[in-house]
């Protein structure tokens, strides 16, 4: 009678140390075995930290601002950039993504300037929301200002505001910041003649209605 033939064992299994069993099936793995890893929390990608950026800016950003906000390369910023306007314009998305002023930023579409201009002005009669009217109060009494600084005093963002105000015609551009080259807003005579003023010495005193614990430099008096 023959012997069935023997299996040799693994060439690279030590002597005396036999493989542990695995578990049947449907069975949980030994209490003391080693979890398996999680996955990284990587975080947002590239482009949707681009465009999160973009969407929250008073001005144009700079590439190499975004290169250092996001740690990358400045030639990937760039390209990343230039690949978002192409898919937007590609898109027919009512937005567009423009270099401009040396930076980068998100505009309404040309074709789209109509219905954005009618959307404000068919509420020129309409009352003034409160982020309106604050922006405004910021504007008489710290022009000419900056949208940055605008946004600073208020604690929130204010560049859509600003644009409502200008296209209102209750503010106008007044130049740059010669340190920041930031545009610079005051008010036009249209807000003198709809508050009966004659002008921005009559606007009335603000300490009146501050609060006890206000910054001296928050606001200044006219």
């Not at 930076?103 to 509420?123: I, K, L």
């Not at 604690?155 to 740059?176: C, H, K, Y």
């Not at 036009?188 to 606007?203: A, C, I, P, V």
């Amino acid at each position: 009678m023959t012997e069935p033939p023997r299996e040799d064992a693994p060439e690279d299994a030590p002597e005396g140390v036999a493989d542990a069993p695995a578990p049947p099936p449907g069975q949980a793995p030994p209490a003391d075995a080693a979890p398996a890893p999680s996955a990284p929390d990587e975080g947002p990608g590239l482009r949707a930290s681009i465009e999160a950026i973009l969407l929250v800016v008073d001005e144009p950003v700079s590439e190499v601002t975004l290169a250092q906000l996001l740690e990358r390369p400045r030639q990937e910023i760039a390209a990343t950039l230039r690949e978002l306007s192409a898919e937007y314009t590609a898109q027919g998305r009512g937005f567009d993504l423009r270099e401009a002023a040396g930076g980068w930023r998100f505009y309404t579409r040309d074709v789209c300037a109509p219905v954005v201009e009618r959307f404000v002005t068919d509420g020129q009669q309409a009352r003034l929301t409160q982020a309106a009217l604050e922006t405004l109060a910021v504007v008489a009494y710290r022009q000419p200002v900056s949208r940055a600084r605008v946004s600073a005093i208020r604690g929130v963002n204010s560049d859509g505001v600003i644009r409502t105000l200008l296209l209102r015609g209750l503010i106008e551009e007044a130049g740059q910041d010669p340190e920041t080259h930031a545009h610079l807003y005051r008010t036009t005579g249209y807000f003198l003649e709809r508050l009966g003023l004659r002008g921005l010495d009559e606007l009335p005193d603000l300490a009146p209605y501050l609060p006890e614990d206000l910054p001296d430099d928050t606001v200044e008096e006219k």
